[in-house]
């Protein structure tokens, strides 16, 4: 009889929480939530200031403790690592959360408000202008459409907001998370995450979890929920060519002094055709994409149309039929040219170097060492003499090509299984909560510094981008849309209720 009682208590309580109406506890609550963004965003963020970064961490810290949260900061090769964890059940499995807690640098001056670090509460005129409002507007009907606009207010503190009241609410109601969690809070992520990277092997074990989800980054364009599976990796190299030793009169040596732009461009021209497809042999070499993983990349609802139209271009490189197979594959990227001459106006000068700088993306399938020398074997086979430094006048008397080529092997990518069981599980989740199946992105464009610590970590790894796709990161008027909160704090609830 006991147990049967016990049974029907576990039922009920089962059927009380899948009944939890969590958009109008998030309604009630949004002002207030609102308000805790707003204090957050404005504490500066920028890690040149050790004392307000301290700040920072604190203020997340000192949040997590109402939760109950093991508060711990590790030491690190610079600015100390936040470390939260919380033990729900020694059976379950464990998440490691990665969020980062810096900003990008700001410029004031390019900003339309006082400053970026006082959030501006804004909403559209009838002409499409972003005008103020007065913060006592929250005390009303708050409108999804509204935005703050501060630095850090979407990357990467929103989502930062987003998690802790999901967990609050879920507290608030005696639901506990399926899997136990840990929680670490980068401090640099927007310089090189130099801090959390060599805290890797020395902590490995404190961060051992079976799976992580890292929150950052814009959902796509269409706003709707997104699950990012992997991000390009990206290697770079700079190749210089030579002229004379010293600049030369344009006048006096023209037609006799070689230029070196032109044998730079003849080089670069070398490496791609007119539709974008790189030329350097085997550089697409090992990438197959299945029937499966096409359909999963043709789901992904891009407006090509409506994107050639933003960036205005009438055709897209060839390298991939749409958009999101164009990801997958590496790429050459011309990034900078520059020569000897550094002023500011033209100069009737034949240059003594001429420079490009490359970067070079990265994906599962390929290596930023051998996709490097490949770039040299293209050169060589041009017939240049290939060096890693300046050349000495006896090379430059005895070889007619010449070129410096200077390396960083960078980072390698990462890319989970579309169909691993965190994938799948997390997939099932948002779609009950949400009523559609969430977008999926095989591999997302960018790179994140944190690539080295997934694969030393050695646990899949899923981005959870949930805040609009223009917010401006990066750069001024940085903002998070308000609507992207609320719907934030429900894909977190959906996430913390999935069995790993």
Not at 49 to 73: C, P
Not at 230 to 255: D, E, F, M, V, W
Not at 477 to 490: A, F, H, S, W, Y
Request: charged residues 25%.
């Amino acid at each position: 009889m006991k147990l049967k009682f016990t049974l029907l208590l576990l039922f009920m309580s089962f059927i009380v929480h899948s009944q939890t109406n969590w958009d109008a506890m998030i309604e009630d609550n949004l002002k207030d939530i609102v308000k805790q963004h707003k204090a957050f965003v404005s504490i500066p963020n920028l890690p040149e200031n050790e004392e307000l970064m301290l700040k920072n961490i604190n203020w997340v810290a000192d949040n997590y403790k109402t939760l109950n949260f093991k508060i711990n900061l590790l030491e690190s090769s610079t600015l100390p690592l936040l470390l939260i964890e919380k033990e729900y059940n020694p059976e379950f499995k464990t998440v490691l959360f990665y969020f980062h807690i810096d900003g990008q640098p700001v410029d004031p001056n390019k900003w339309d408000q006082d400053h970026p670090f006082i959030p501006a509460l804004k909403h559209k005129d009838d002409q499409g202008n972003w005008e103020t409002l007065n913060w006592d507007a929250i005390n009303q009907n708050i409108d999804d459409e509204w935005r703050i606009f501060a630095r850090a207010a979407a990357d990467d503190k929103a989502p930062i907001t987003m998690l802790f009241n999901a967990l609050k609410f879920m507290k608030a109601e005696g639901i506990e998370p399926k899997f136990n969690i840990k929680i670490v809070f980068d401090p640099e992520e927007e310089y090189g995450s130099n801090a959390f990277l060599s805290t890797i092997s020395k902590y490995k074990e404190r961060y051992a979890a079976d799976a992580m989800i890292i929150m950052d980054g814009p959902a796509h364009e269409s706003n709707k929920p997104t699950l990012t599976f992997g991000c390009r990796g990206i290697a770079r190299c700079t190749i210089t060519t030579y002229g004379a030793k010293l600049p030369q009169h344009s006048g006096h040596y023209g037609n006799y002094v070689p230029n070196p732009v032109f044998s730079l461009s003849r080089i670069l021209s070398s490496m791609k055709d007119e539709n974008g497809k790189v030329l350097i042999k085997d550089f697409y070499s090992g990438i197959n994409i299945s029937p499966e993983e096409q359909d999963i990349l043709n789901a992904v609802p891009d407006d090509t149309d409506a994107l050639n139209k933003r960036l205005g271009i009438i055709q897209s490189e060839q390298v991939g039929n749409n958009y999101q197979e164009a990801l997958q594959y590496p790429s050459l990227n011309v990034r900078q040219i520059e020569t000897s001459w550094k002023g500011d106006k033209p100069k009737t000068v034949i240059p003594k170097i001429a420079m490009a700088n490359i970067d070079v993306r990265l994906v599962v399938e390929t290596d930023g060492k051998a996709q490097l020398d490949k770039v040299i074997a293209h050169i060589e086979g041009l017939g240049y003499l290939v060096l890693d430094r300046d050349p000495t006048d006896e090379e430059r008397l005895t070889h007619k090509k010449i070129v410096k080529f200077t390396r960083t092997n960078g980072v390698n990518a990462f890319r989970t299984d579309l169909n691993s069981n965190l994938g799948n599980t997390l997939r099932e989740s948002l779609t009950k909560v949400f009523g559609e199946v969430p977008i999926s992105i095989r591999t997302m464009g960018g790179t994140v510094p944190i690539i080295s610590a997934v694969k030393t970590l050695d646990i899949p790894a899923i981005i959870v981008p949930m805040v609009n796709m223009d917010n401006n990161q990066h750069s001024p008027n940085e903002n998070i849309r308000i609507g992207n909160i609320r719907e934030g704090i429900k894909m977190c609830i959906a996430i913390l209720q999935t069995s790993i």
